[in-house]
Structures are given as C-alpha cells and as structure tokens.
C-alpha cells in the first residue's frame, strides 16, 4: 500500500527573513502585468478599438503624475509609509479614515493580484 501523507516532501519552504527590495519589486511587477497588459487590454481593445495606444499613453501620464505625487509625499514626510502613512499624518483626528484607506488600497492590491 502506497502512503499518501508524505510530510517530509512540502512544497512551503521556511524563511527567515522578511520580504526584502527584490521580493516586494516582484509582487508590483506581477500586479502590473496581470492586470494591466493581460486583462486590462482586452477590455481596452473592445472598448475603444483603435484608440487603445492613445487610452495606454493617456494611462501611462495619469500613473506618472501618481508616481511624482508618491514621490513629493515621502520626501516631504521623510516616510515611504504610502497612503495610510500619508493620510494618518496629513489628518491627524481622523484615525478611523487612515485605516479604511490603508484597507482599501490593500483590497486594490488584492483585486490586481487575483486579475
């Protein structure tokens, strides 16, 4: 009889280390081109048909203005904290809204990832 339960051979391995540059690089690069080249184009394509290059570069300005703005918040909060860490510290007394944005920018990052 053939044993099924084989404990010895996982296929988790043990870290002792926390997510580093390359690691956190790896999961944006993998949101990025799951959800923006392979589902976003199609639905792009059907949507506005010859105009998808001029929509992507259209697209490609908005998200380098929020890079730029990403980028202004943490020089100017000395903080790579994004956007709960920059919202907590530019509205003080509104905790319970620092933490409904830190859950919604995770809920975004999960619905990409899962694209």
Do not use: Q
């Amino acid at each position: 009889m053939i044993s099924t339960n084989n404990h010895n051979n996982s296929c988790h391995r043990k870290r002792n280390r926390s997510l580093g540059v390359p690691e956190l690089i790896a999961i944006a690069l993998g949101g990025m081109v799951g959800g923006g080249i392979f589902s976003i184009l199609g639905i792009s394509v059907s949507l506005v048909g010859v105009f998808t290059p001029l929509v992507i570069v259209i697209g490609g300005i908005i998200a380098s203005l929020a890079a730029y703005s990403y980028i202004k918040l943490g020089v100017y909060y000395k903080d790579e904290g994004a956007t709960y860490s920059f919202y907590k510290r530019t509205f003080p007394n509104s905790p319970f809204a620092a933490s409904l944005i830190g859950w919604w920018v995770i809920f975004g990052y999960i619905s990409t990832l899962a694209l």
